[in-house]
C-alpha cells in the first residue's frame, strides 16, 4: 500500500509534466519516436539468475543522444527510467523516502562512471555519451516542470549510505555498470540478481524523459534551497502505465 500511495502522489507532478514536454526548449528538441515507449518488460533469467530490463520504442531506442552544451551546469540528460517499487535499501542505499528508479542514460556533457569504461578506449572519464544505467532515488521536486529530481542529501551526513559503485556526489545516485544494449526498437539490460536483493516479485513502470544539471553556485551543500536541483526532471516524453501506477510486474 505505502508504495502505491507514493506513485499516486508523483503520478500526478508527472501527468502534468507530460503536458510540459512540449515547453521546456530544450526537451521539446528531443521529443520523437526514439522516445515513444510502446512495451516494456523485466524478465527473470533463471539461466543467468539476473532480471532483463526492457523497453521497446517507436523509433529506434538510444539513437538520440543529447547534444553537448559544454558545461555541466545545464547540462541535458536523456533517460529511459523504470521506477519501481523496490526498496533502496535493495539496492545498496541506506533507507529513505522516494521512488527507487533505474534510469538509462545518456549525457555527453560528464562522465558519472569512474568505475567503467564503457566505450573501452582506456579511458573511464569520457564515455558520458555511452547509454549506462544508475539508481537513483526520486522524490518529488516542485523547482522543476516534471515535478521529480534525484534525491539529494547534506555532503557532511555521515548517516547516509551510498553502494561501492557510486561516484560519490551528494545524491540517492549510483553507476552499477550493468551492460545496457540497443538493438532496433529494444534497449536491454541484465542486472544481476543479487544486485536488487534477489527480489523478483516488484512491480515497476516505464519512462521517458528530459532531466538537466544544475550547477549553480547555491548547490556547493546540496542546500534544499537551491533555485533548482542538482539532477531534476524537467519533460517526461511517454510514461507507459499513463498515470505511473507502476502496474507491471517482473516475469518469471
Ligand atoms: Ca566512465
Ligand atoms: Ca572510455
Redesign the pocket.
Known sequence: MYNLRKATLIALALTTSVATAQTHKPAAAYNNADFTIKAASITYDNTLDMLIFEMQVEGAAGRTVPKDVGSMNGAPVLAYVFPTTLKPTDVGFSATDGIVALGLTSHPDMDDTPLW????????D??GVVWHPHWVVLTKDNRVPGGLSVKEFKKEDKAVTLPKTAPGVPMYFDSPGYNVVTRGKAIRMGVPAYRVNNRKDFNFDAVSCYMEMSMGADHASHEPSAAKPTLGVYAVYTVLSGKLTLPYTVKK
Do not use: A, P, Q, V
Open positions: 569504461d564503457e566505450n573501452n578506449d582506456g579511458i573511464f569520457n564515455d
